[in-house]
């Protein structure tokens, strides 16, 4: 997969995606990441990329014949992706299907965002990363990545890691357990002891269905309906 991020601040690539997991997968080639210094693209020497609103009000917006021309320049296909607070909220069914894609083009904003038109004009998707404000979406960005880069072939150990995982199935994950057997008078539950898989299994499904039940009304909703279907 090739990833390509239109950002004012490319020092913050790879970030935390140099490391671990994901840094293995760039440094071995199954993904690559290029930066695009939107500022490069600015028609002043101060490297201006943003102006008031119009219409007035607080802050400052990306201009459109800016990153417009950092687009022409770079854009050459693909999902485009700008995150934003006012985006479709990332869950892990949009990032098994990010996984899928050759070509990732990632517009990361500060300030207030960006003007709209240069967004319509691409055909830019607004994504969220969740129901909060950050500064700038060079965060939000790595976080979507990390989650699709993870996905993308051979990069995670074991294949069937992700299939139990939470989101999977609607379901959360059953707790986990390691040595010691009995830690400070806490006991590991005797049945994963046990060398029992079938007990084992159907143990961690209903230690899945409890804790989504309790804590994620609304997954539950969706994993009793997937159930009659
Ligand atoms: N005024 C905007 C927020 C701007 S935050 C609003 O109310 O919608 C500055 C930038 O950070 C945004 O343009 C976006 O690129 C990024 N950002 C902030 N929170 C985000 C989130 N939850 N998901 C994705 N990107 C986010």
Redesign the pocket.
Known sequence: MKVKVLTIFPELFPGFLGSSLTGKALDDGKWSLETVNIRNYAFDKHGSVDDTPAGGGA?MVMRPDVLGAALKENYSGGRLI??????KPLNQKMVHELAKEDNLTI????????DERVLEAYGAED???????????E???QIMLDAIVRLLPDVLGNAESVEDESFEKFLLEYPQYTKPAEWEGRCVPDVLLSGHHQKIKDCRLEQSKQVTKVRRPDLWKKYLDSEKN
Do not use: H, K, W
């Open positions: 802050g700008n995150m934003s607070p006012r985006g517009i990361c904003s500060r300030f207030e965002g960006i994504v969220s990363i969740g129901d909060y404000i950050l500064t700038g979406g965060q939000a960005a």
